[in-house]
């Protein structure tokens, strides 16, 4: 009987790496949702002192990339047939 072998489509590095991005631009999300312009760290884009308008736009950009890398995580996984 010979012995089928399974190999996934990634290594697990990438796996772990893709689901990473997409934890971390959860949280980035949910800072665009939750802060003003005004309370966003300096370095995010749309930081604005003094502003109290809120990046909705932004924040559903980082949500729609972080379901993206959550699939591209889930679809890293698969296993190759035979």
Do not use: C, E, N
């Not at 005004?38 to 995010?44: A, E, M, R």
């Not at 502003?51 to 729609?64: E, F, L």
């Amino acid at each position: 009987m010979s012995q089928m072998r399974r190999s996934h489509y990634a290594p697990v590095w990438v796996t772990l790496l893709l689901t990473l991005v997409a934890l971390a631009l959860a949280v980035v999300a949910i800072i665009y949702f939750a802060d003003t312009a005004d309370k966003l760290p300096s370095f995010f884009p749309g930081h604005q002192a003094g502003s109290t308008h809120h990046h909705t736009k932004h924040g559903i950009a980082a949500a729609i990339v972080a379901v993206l890398a959550l699939a591209g995580a889930w679809m890293s996984r698969g296993q190759k047939r035979a």
